[in-house]
């Protein structure tokens, strides 16, 4: 068997475990191949490698042996939750991904695909708004993608949440009318 397949079957043998909330077993030391492959399959663009990261994230202490950093700032300097938008946990697992890739000197070949993970996320938030309002989060998930993107961090302006505030407003009104 090859190593890619072998280290592409543990990533996702160990995302399904997450998932279940297993981990490794205890007597076994973790190796820096381990922890990327964990760290991999946890950072990809799918709903289901988000869903094996907040399995994990809701049970750190079973991944305690590969000394993942699951601080986060949120959104850093914007809102978590722009216009009522539950950005929280994308931006969470966002940083998850660029701290703990910091951490093993693997940032730089993976800060594309950390970044656009983000954006999925976000989107995958605002397909769970009603079709009047969506228009202002998905707004509001690209300027957050693109501020990641060129910047490293989220940082929006007012005029990024005025335009969106009134996509919103508007959004909201149509809902109204079509009721």
């Known amino acids: 068997m090859s190593r ?4 592409t079957l543990t990533a996702s043998t160990l995302a399904v475990l997450a998932f279940l909330g297993f981990a490794a077993p205890a007597s076994a030391a973790v190796t820096p191949e381990q922890k990327l492959s964990v760290l991999s399959s946890w950072t990809q663009t799918s709903a289901s490698s988000y869903n094996a990261w907040n399995a994990a994230r809701t049970n750190q202490a079973a991944w ?3 000394a993942f950093n699951w601080s986060t700032d949120y959104c850093s300097s914007s809102p978590d939750n722009p216009l009522g938008f539950n950005f929280e ?3 969470y697992r966002h940083d998850f991904g660029y701290r703990n890739y910091k951490a093993v000197g693997q940032f730089d070949p993976n800060k594309a695909r950390l970044d656009s993970a983000f954006y999925e996320d976000l989107r995958r938030v605002c397909a769970t708004y009603n ?4 228009p202002a989060c998905n707004s509001l998930a690209w300027t957050y993608y693109q501020a990641v993107r060129a910047f490293g961090s989220v940082i929006i302006n007012q005029s990024d949440l005025d335009k969106a505030a009134k996509l919103k407003a508007d959004g909201e009104r149509r809902a109204a009318a079509a009721r």
Do not use: K
């Open 4 to 7: 890619r397949l072998l280290t």
């Open 89 to 91: 946990l994308s931006c």
């Open 131 to 134: 079709a009047f309002v969506r």
């Open 64 to 66: 305690a042996e590969y």
